[in-house]
């Protein structure tokens, strides 16, 4: 039994001495604990107990006080239940605003590097010596430029590009970045795949598709876009920089190979090294150009790609791969849709 309800009993009990000192005593250790409630129920226990021996003026005091308190206990329970409001709905915001922050990351980063990230808080550079980096470069792209306004451009360049990630995010790809009218990706990178020189291909022609079909649809006298596109297969350091802007990069003489192979190549060619061409000639189309020189590389052995074999193939223009063909890669059937266009 409390303390409260012991009075109470005092108080009907017509113990009017007992219950008055267990309601002061009520009082007393309410001051220390400040109970608001207990305070208010007490007070009301004493202006019973004062109008049972004929003393109104005290429980008149008493009344009011346990008004006061009751007031003053209901004007603390709005100010926390304030507080406990204001905190969920804080909670709430940087709970969405981390729920941003993690899809940002992981549109941003590759899946597996934001899980260190998230686990370590870093992520250490890696060596990754076999991959495919791709390069492509709009061609006549001042030319488009001089007819569309600043808004247009952009819009254009960003479907145009939004394009080529759902391509590379089909082939198992990596999107490294874009630099003005170029776009660079990687194969092979942060997981291994096999057959990721044919995987990077298959994309390239996909990639080809995509600009042809617009220069196709592009009004007559207006200038269209064309593309270079050029891979190179081999090793890379693959690292995040920056500390306020993550950014997933590469490093290596692949990358300035694959480079070189997008400069040196012509419009509306996919330019592969050799080091390509040997792992996905018997499935497409080639042309070796022989030796070409490309700046600070010397003289490269370079091969054009123009299309899959028919054999390999699933429609008459060689970019759509047959069945079988993704059955050897180890791709889904539905993986690979070459309609996707701007």
């Not at 350091?237 to 300035?256: H, M, P, Q």
């Not at 080639?286 to 030796?291: S, V």
Request: proline share 5%; glycine share 6%.
């Amino acid at each position: 039994m409390t303390l409260l309800s012991l009075a109470r009993l005092h108080l009907r009990l017509d113990e009017p001495d007992v219950a008055s000192t267990t309601f002061e005593e009520i009082l007393s250790r309410c001051e220390s604990g400040q109970n608001l409630e207990y305070a208010s129920e007490a007070h009301l226990g004493l202006a019973d107990l004062c109008e049972k021996v004929g003393n109104p003026a005290d429980a008149l005091r008493h009344l009011r006080a346990s008004t006061r308190i009751e007031a003053e206990r209901r004007q603390q329970e709005s100010i926390e239940r304030t507080r406990r409001l204001e905190f969920v709905a804080r909670a709430s915001a940087v709970q969405r605003e981390l729920e941003v922050s993690s899809r940002i990351l992981e549109d941003t980063l590759p899946a597996s590097i934001v899980a260190e990230i998230k686990h370590h808080g870093r992520v250490r550079p890696i060596m990754h010596p076999d991959t495919t980096v791709l390069f492509t470069d709009l061609v006549g792209f001042t030319q488009v430029a001089e007819h569309l306004g600043p808004e247009d451009l952009v819009a254009s360049l960003d479907l145009l590009f939004g394009t080529f990630d759902a391509i590379s995010s089909r082939w198992g790809i990596e999107k490294i970045k874009t630099i003005g009218d170029a776009y660079m990706a990687c194969a092979g990178i942060p997981d291994h795949h096999p057959h990721h020189p044919a995987m990077a291909v298959l994309a390239a022609l996909e990639m080809r598709e995509v600009i042809r079909k617009m220069a196709r649809e592009t009004p007559a006298g207006r200038p269209a876009w064309g593309i270079r596109i050029g891979l190179h297969t081999g090793s890379v350091l693959a690292g995040v920089i920056g500390k306020t802007k993550l950014a997933y990069d590469i490093w290596g003489d692949a990358v300035n190979t694959a480079s070189r192979m997008e400069s040196s190549g012509i419009p509306d060619h996919i330019n592969v090294s050799e080091a390509v061409a040997s792992r996905i000639e018997p499935y497409f189309v080639t042309e070796r150009r022989g030796k070409v020189y490309a700046k600070n590389k010397g003289n490269l052995d370079m091969v054009f790609v123009h299309r899959l074999r028919p054999e390999w193939s699933a429609d008459s223009e060689g970019t759509v791969p047959s069945a079988d063909f993704l059955a050897r890669l180890g791709v889904a059937p539905d993986a690979s849709v070459a309609s996707a266009t701007p």
